[in-house]
């Protein structure tokens, strides 16, 4: 019998926390509580504090609280707190958190292996900073490490605004709305009052306050409600040195014309917003003499540009997608391509992947091809001009085919009739010095829908094309609403009368007709939100699931690689599919356009990866717009505004103004001084003592009372409040009560009176 190895003698008596780490380290069999204080000779009242010194440890991450050991190889718990360092194409890399050997060796980093599927979803995007506490295993050479759950916020950085006490004590009021409170600052870092700062905690203690790390500037400085949002959501905004030497060798490389299809005589426009810097696509189309018409849809040839395997590629991988904000773009490639090579000019020849498209009288693709091309885009027209034109009867006879054209494709649309959800969206427009002049609802023209329905048809087109060659795709998918989703949606609309069969096939068709049949715009609005609540989000994948909202079987994203990576894998696919590999160029770029070799065998990884960046980005925009909305209210708190009830919750409630979109929480306190309950499946509140309900599509007329421009936030209250209800104060204040009356007094404050001093000891 071969016995196990003793760990050494140890020192007795209550062991410090590295002698508790070093014993398990040397131990051959896993050490729990009891073996830790035998081998300490840890006795009668000591035992209490071995006990709550491993209990900090367990809640600290340095042992799992159970019978923890470290491995083999050693250096790394089993479980452990680990911070997040880097997202390289896809890949999560951590370090241990609290790295303090006796060598000085550097920490080990970890894989971080996330969940996947719908799991994953649950979860907020990791990004550099994060910590998580997180189970960890030796693989190979290396470690791997399965999240546990992240870290709570105050363990993490904040973003926020240093303010000053009267004593000069340092405060940070945070940018998160969620987080109502200011944290003592015990290291200012050089920073001063009103300037946005990053800060982390400077010690393990709650009591230690935190550190300021990085001075950000004025938070209302032009540009700076994008700058929290790029911080908050650790969203890459400089490239390499690499990336951007790599992108201007890219940019010089010759076109070969006797490789590319010549498409420069052909009218072409590219329809896009005023203020556009990038245009990714333009279309055209004429009579086909049967009926149908022939189409073009020319979509910058990225992939020419930005080839696998190099960093210009990489640094394109981590951001995902551009992020757009209305006083900046965070691109995803650089500006050398993305606002100048890439981007389809006027009067410029341009690379571009062609999609040729053939629809019939009835609006449906019959034939489709794709070559890689030269285009002269004869005109950039913004929406409002080609809608005016159109309007006014002075559009060119290649504009009036698109128009034609379009009617054929809104043809086949209504046929499949996909999910319609009228969704206002919020457009902020700033003037030459930053600051807002306007906040409203953006239009929605005729002009819009011409691009967006050639541009769906170009993207069945590629998914298709790449299917008829079973080649990978990036499928962008859109699953049908879960059950449990579906069955909520069933008990809320039960609520007021409406029927939802849950046994039969749900369709977009089938929320349509539900809303069609709605004549009350109030209740319609009701049916809307509700539906819209039980939708999936969409995401990437190279396995097809279909688009539910869009009613389409095979759907890939391909009109967009200045802006979505997902698109250039889509552009990628189609080169090797269907031959259209240029020369190898001469300069220092990679030598192919196609998918890298990873990709063809396993495109999973990198589909999630740019669906997580996609949601990072989505969350980033809104939170910018909020932040700008709440700036541009910030003058009007007191008015009165109508507004609509747009979510219920046991706490108040959400309603948007009317027009503008900007969103604000009621709180259930204002409501008035009876208890309100909250009836979840018909997501309203009701009043115990008069019946009066609060519920989703409701119009109230509210005043602002809160508009905070560096959280976003807004808060709303009744235009009457009854005596006694707590009224609002601004954030970092309380909420105060007016006195109630107690029989035939009115109830004073309670506690110690103001004049009088505490006289104990000072501890």
Request: glycine residues 8%; aromatic residues 6%; charged residues 30%.
């Amino acid at each position: 019998m071969v016995r196990s190895k003793l760990p050494p003698k140890q020192p007795q008596g209550l062991p410090t926390r590295q002698q508790v780490l070093d014993f398990i380290a040397q131990s051959a069999e896993p050490a729990g509580k009891r073996e830790i204080a035998k081998a300490f000779g840890v006795k009668g009242a000591e035992k209490i504090a071995l006990k709550a010194l491993l209990k900090d440890m367990a809640e600290e991450g340095l042992i799992d609280g159970n019978r923890s050991a470290f491995h083999a190889m050693g250096g790394v718990p089993k479980v452990t707190v680990l911070r997040i360092v880097e997202i390289d194409e896809g890949d999560v890399y951590a370090v241990p958190d609290t790295w303090q050997p006796d060598d000085a060796s550097p920490p080990p980093r970890l894989r971080i292996v996330e969940p996947r599927g719908r799991a994953r979803t649950r979860e907020a995007a990791l990004k550099p900073g994060d910590r998580v506490l997180a189970r960890t295993e030796e693989a190979g050479s290396g470690w791997v490490a399965h999240p546990m759950k992240k870290l709570a916020l105050r363990e993490e950085q904040l973003l926020g605004v240093i303010e000053l006490d009267g004593t000069g004590k340092g405060w940070l009021a945070p940018v998160d709305k969620r987080v109502r409170n200011s944290v003592p600052v015990s290291d200012l870092g050089g920073a001063e009052a009103g300037q946005l700062v990053l800060a982390e905690p400077a010690g393990k203690s709650p009591r230690a306050g935190m550190k300021v790390t990085a001075v950000l500037g004025d938070p209302l400085a032009p540009r700076a409600f994008s700058l929290i949002a790029i911080h908050k959501h650790g969203i890459p905004f400089s490239f390499a040195p690499e990336a951007v030497a790599e992108a201007e060798r890219a940019a010089r490389l010759p076109l070969s014309e006797d490789k590319r299809e010549d498409l420069r005589a052909l009218p072409i426009v590219a329809i896009d917003p005023a203020d556009a810097r990038d245009h990714d696509d333009a279309i055209w189309a004429e009579p086909d003499g049967a009926g149908g018409y022939r189409a073009v849809v020319a979509i910058a040839d990225v992939s020419f540009y930005v080839r696998p395997g190099g960093q210009l590629d990489r640094d394109a991988r981590k951001r995902g997608n551009s992020v757009y904000f209305p006083d900046r773009v965070v691109p995803m490639l650089p500006e050398v391509l993305s606002a100048d090579v890439c981007s389809l000019k006027s009067g410029q020849t341009r690379a571009a992947m062609a999609c040729h498209m053939t629809i019939d009288a009835q609006g449906r693709i019959t034939d489709w091809r794709f070559t890689r091309a030269l285009v002269n885009i004869a005109e950039v027209i913004a929406y409002e001009e080609a809608q005016r034109r159109i309007d006014a009867g002075e559009a060119a006879p290649h504009l009036v085919h698109l128009w034609e054209a379009w009617r054929l494709l809104e043809k086949a649309r209504d046929a499949r009739d996909p999910l319609a959800l009228e969704l206002p969206e919020r457009r902020v427009v700033l003037d030459e010095q930053g600051r807002i002049a306007e906040v409203a609802v953006r239009e929605r023209l005729d002009a819009h829908r011409v691009v967006e329905d050639f541009m769906i048809a170009a993207n069945v087109a590629a998914a298709k094309a790449l299917e008829a060659k079973v080649a990978p795709v990036v499928y962008r998918i859109h699953e049908p609403p879960s059950r449990e989703k579906l069955v909520a949606l069933k008990d809320y609309l039960a609520t007021f009368g409406r029927k939802l069969a849950l046994g039969q096939v749900i369709t977009p068709s089938l929320f349509n007709r539900m809303l069609k049949d709605v004549t009350d715009e109030a209740e319609k609005a009701l049916v809307m939100e509700a539906v819209l609540r039980s939708q999936t989000q969409a995401y990437y994948g190279p396995r097809n699931a279909g688009h539910f909202g869009l009613s389409l079987g095979s759907y890939a994203h391909f009109t967009s690689p200045i802006r979505r990576y997902s698109d250039l894998l889509v552009h990628r696919a189609l080169v090797d599919a269907y031959g259209l590999e240029q020369p190898r160029p001469q300069a220092d770029v990679p030598p192919t356009s196609g998918l890298a070799d990873r990709d063809r065998a396993d495109l999973t990884r990198v589909s999630e990866a740019i669906s997580v960046a996609e949601r990072r980005a989505m969350e980033a925009e809104r939170e910018t717009i909020d932040r700008y909305v709440a700036a541009w209210l910030s003058a009007r708190v007191g008015e009165v505004f109508d507004t609509r009830i747009t979510g219920v919750q046991k706490f108040g409630l959400f309603a948007t103004i009317v027009g503008l979109g900007g969103d604000g929480l009621v709180p259930i306190s204002t409501l008035g001084a009876e208890r309100f309950a909250y009836d979840e499946k018909a997501q309203r509140l009701v009043g115990e003592q008069s019946g009066e309900q609060f519920a989703i599509g409701m119009m109230l007329k509210l005043r602002l009372a809160e508009a905070n421009p560096l959280t976003g936030a807004l808060k709303f209250e009744p235009v009457d409040v009854e005596e006694g209800v707590r009224r609002i104060e601004r954030r970092g204040g309380r909420m105060e009560a007016r006195p109630k009356k107690q029989g035939n007094y009115m109830a004073g404050k309670r506690g110690r009176p103001g004049n009088i001093r505490h006289q104990g000891k000072r501890r």
